[in-house]
């Protein structure tokens, strides 16, 4: 088990990206930052500030930043490639598709605003369907951490793994779960709770809403069992199948559409030994313009729905 | 003026390469004879002179690099490579067989030499800036070759690219448009105009020559003239569809269609009886 708490430290993701980042390029010369003018929300201007050489902004042109990605790293670069979600994957597929996951190049597409919680700019910025897009790519790898601490460590093991990597990350701060680093490992997932009851399967920020549905439950005496799935791709199958196993009921939880994301891998995962399922995700609508804590719990992206399925599944199976 | 051996040996290559394609092609039973035999000059001129490069090692770090960004004519680009030494020729008769590596489109994981994936057009160009970033970054001084179709610029990405690649001042992206003025549904004209082409690229920061496609003693001379100017240069080659096979010249036909039995025979006569001219 890992040791994941809770804490009322709150820390952007994006502010750990950009900080990685560039203790990554002071160690790596080969690393190379793009970025398609959003480079102040993504926070990759910070790199850019840092290492001028190595930082070139596209503009409004995502797809072809995706292909000039793809021209550095069939040069020997290690390229990281920053925008919003939706453009990074969305307007930008083809390119990510025929220039990058095709040829294997090595590529690390970084997005920020996905999910839900981007808030006030509505469903055309709410991006909820990247994590199904990457994933059905061959030779992607796709990535979601919980928290600054994870996303610290994200970044170097994909500058070390060979090939390209989609990591997708929020706009909202988010609360430190890991107090200390090292526990990432590309395709592994952590149990950060033991129980036999249910296991909810988390990935991204939605794993610190599994440990408050942790404590919601134990208080009704139910024992959950919690799991950070940070890669989706390669999905841990063999703790999936261990989980389930254990508790015969698993719910997973996403910021993104309930098709073809986390819940679909874990289903596919243990489908030759299956248990009931229940994906909380955005249930096939796209988002809409609100508040990110509002929209959060209109959709049903918490603890407390976690617990509310959890319950019903208990009584149900 | 360029020595008159060279010019004759790179005629006799170029003929080569379109007997490949015609072959190739025929064997596949599928593929693009039109737009490969359109830039086998092009491609002669490339890879049997003006290029950089060592078929003995295809990753050499300081290699002129070649982004076929018109996929379509990879009979051509094969063609040039096997003949250069990359692979042998016997395996151009295995185009786009199963189980063997010449995709029907350029895939640089299986096939030696070929510097980029491509196939989905409009998006070598922008793989060609982030090559040319790449030796900029790294102080060498290989450029980068991109092939594209006149139909292909049509798409938007292409538009993308060439704004960024006069943005970043990269004279070290070369640019060679097939303009032989034919797409799948019919003339670009009339399908979706490109025209006027030289003035559009010259609009995005580009230096722009427009050449004979077919005349090799031009297309040296222009690789020749190019100044690294911190603009990028497009040559407009202007080319005829199925150059080199009559029944093929000009027609929208066999854009992606191999040819039958009889047109095959026709083809390879035609080809061989120019090479005896050649060399007569």
């Known amino acids: 088990m890992v040791n994941a708490n809770i804490t009322n430290k709150m820390r952007n993701l994006r502010d750990a990206y950009s900080s990685a980042l560039i203790e990554l390029g002071s160690k790596n010369e080969d690393v190379v930052v793009l970025d398609a003018d959003l480079s102040l929300s993504t926070k990759t201007k910070r790199f850019g500030t840092v290492f ?120 909202a701060d988010a609360p430190i779960i890991f107090e200390t680093h090292g526990e990432f490992k590309i395709g592994r997932g952590l149990v950060l709770r033991d129980g036999s009851d249910v296991a909810i399967i988390a990935t991204g920020t939605m794993t610190a809403e599994a440990l408050k549905a942790y404590d919601l439950l134990k208080k009704e005496g139910i024992e959950a069992c919690i799991v950070h799935m940070p890669t989706i791709k390669p999905i841990d199958k063999k703790l999936a199948r261990k989980v389930a196993g254990k508790t015969g009921r698993i719910i997973t939880c996403e910021e993104h559409t309930i098709i073809g994301g986390l819940g679909d891998a874990v289903s596919m995962a243990i489908a030759e030994k299956p248990v009931p399922m229940r994906r909380i995700g955005v249930n096939d609508v796209f988002g809409e313009s609100g508040e990110a804590r509002q929209l959060m719990e209109k959709y049903g992206l918490t603890a407390e729905n976690m617990a509310k399925v959890a319950k019903e599944m208990i009584k149900k199976y | 003026m360029h020595d008159k051996a060279l010019i004759k040996d790179l005629k006799r290559k170029a003929l080569e390469i379109r007997k490949w ?118 102080g060498k001084d290989y450029r980068v070759f991109v092939i594209l179709g006149d139909g292909e610029v049509q798409e938007g990405q292409i538009w993308e690219a060439a704004n960024s690649a006069s943005h970043y001042k990269l004279d070290n992206i070369i640019a060679i448009l097939d303009r032989n003025g034919l797409q799948i549904d019919g003339p670009t004209e009339e399908i979706m105009h490109v025209e006027p082409i030289a003035w559009r690229w010259q609009a995005f920061g580009w230096d722009v020559i427009e050449i004979d496609g077919h005349d090799i003693e031009e297309i040296l001379d222009t690789f020749h003239e190019i100044k690294m100017n911190e603009k990028p240069t497009i040559i407009i080659a202007n080319t005829i569809k199925g150059k080199g096979v009559s029944f093929m010249e000009g027609t929208l036909s066999f854009h992606g269609k191999p040819p039958s039995e009889e047109q095959y025979k026709k083809a390879m006569s035609e080809l061989e009886q120019e090479e005896r001219e050649l060399n007569g």
């Open chain 2, 21 to 138: 394609v015609i072959e190739s092609v025929y064997r596949a039973g599928s593929g693009h004879p039109g737009g490969s035999l359109s830039i086998a000059d092009v491609m002669a001129c490339l890879y049997f002179h003006e290029m950089r490069h060592n078929p003995k090692d295809p990753k050499w770090p300081d290699r002129d690099r070649l982004v076929l960004s018109k996929g379509h004519a990879a009979p051509a680009l094969y063609a040039a490579l096997a003949l250069a030494g990359y692979f042998p020729v016997e395996e151009l008769k295995n185009l786009r067989k199963i189980g063997h590596f010449l995709q029907g489109h350029p895939c640089m994981k299986k096939v030696p030499g070929v510097d980029m994936s491509t196939g989905s057009l409009g998006h070598g160009l922008s793989v060609a800036v982030g090559m040319a970033l790449a030796g900029k970054l790294d």
């Open chain 1, 52 to 171: 001028p050489d190595r930082f070139f902004d596209m503009g409004i042109a995502e797809a072809n930043m995706m292909g000039v990605a793809a021209g550095l790293a069939a040069c020997g670069k290690i390229v990281f490639a920053s925008t919003f979600a939706v453009f990074a994957t969305g307007r930008s597929y083809d390119a990510i598709r025929q220039s990058i996951a095709y040829p294997e190049l090595n590529v690390k597409i970084v997005a920020t605003h996905a999910g839900i919680s981007v808030g006030g700019d509505g469903a055309s910025h709410q991006m909820l369907e990247d994590i199904a897009l990457m994933r059905a790519l061959p030779n992607m790898t796709v990535i979601a951490p919980a928290d600054a601490t994870e996303m610290e460590d994200v970044v170097p093991a994909i500058a070390e793994h060979s090939g390209p990597c989609y990591v997708r990350i929020g706009r």
